[in-house]
């Protein structure tokens, strides 16, 4: 199944955390898993928070960040566009999305994604207005 999947839910491949077993069952399913153009950056800036939070030791982080970047290689990165950008827009109104939020979703949309997983509810609710079938995870 073509997955899109955003930050919050992606993240929890990497570290143990709630949701990561059901994460592991759904990506099972997956045939190709898409992130949205921004998401290594926010991947980043969320490990870099549980460092400096001490939530998560310098040598963990640095292992879980490593692991991610190898990963990219079989992660399909959807290109910026203007349509991503249009779309995260057109939700902005109807929606109470942060902007990168909103940028997942339409990212998801423009990978014509057949499933899109998240552990954001407003992000999971747009998706689903979308007519993205969305699993959410806690």
Same mark, same amino acid.
């Given at each position: 199944?073509?997955?899109?999947?955003?930050?919050?839910?992606?993240?929890?491949?990497?570290?143990?955390?709630?949701?990561?077993?059901?994460?592991?069952?759904?990506?099972?399913?997956?045939?190709?898993?898409?992130?949205?153009?921004?998401?290594?950056?926010?991947?980043?800036?969320?490990?870099?928070?549980?460092?400096?939070?001490?939530?998560?030791?310098?040598?963990?982080?640095?292992?879980?960040?490593?692991?991610?970047?190898?990963?990219?290689?079989?992660?399909?990165?959807?290109?910026?566009?203007? $349509?991503?950008?249009?779309?995260?827009?057109?939700?902005?109104?109807?929606?109470?999305?942060?902007?990168?939020?909103?940028?997942?979703?339409?990212?998801?949309?423009?990978?014509?994604? $057949?499933?899109?997983?998240?552990?954001? $509810?407003?992000?999971?609710?747009?998706?689903?207005?979308?007519?993205?079938?969305?699993?959410?995870?806690?």
């Amino acid at each position: 199944m073509r997955t899109a999947i955003d930050t919050s839910a992606l993240i929890k491949r990497y570290i143990t955390i709630q949701g990561g077993e059901e994460l592991a069952a759904l990506l099972a399913n997956a045939t190709s898993l898409h992130i949205a153009p921004h998401c290594r950056v926010e991947m980043h800036s969320a490990f870099n928070r549980l460092r400096l939070t001490k939530q998560m030791s310098a040598a963990a982080c640095g292992a879980a960040l490593a692991e991610f970047e190898q990963d990219l290689g079989d992660l399909q990165v959807t290109p910026w566009s203007a $349509e991503i950008e249009d779309a995260a827009i057109k939700m902005l109104p109807n929606s109470n999305l942060r902007a990168m939020d909103a940028l997942h979703v339409a990212a998801a949309f423009a990978a014509e994604a $057949e499933q899109f997983i998240t552990s954001d $509810e407003r992000q999971a609710q747009a998706a689903k207005r979308a007519g993205i079938a969305t699993e959410f995870i806690h």
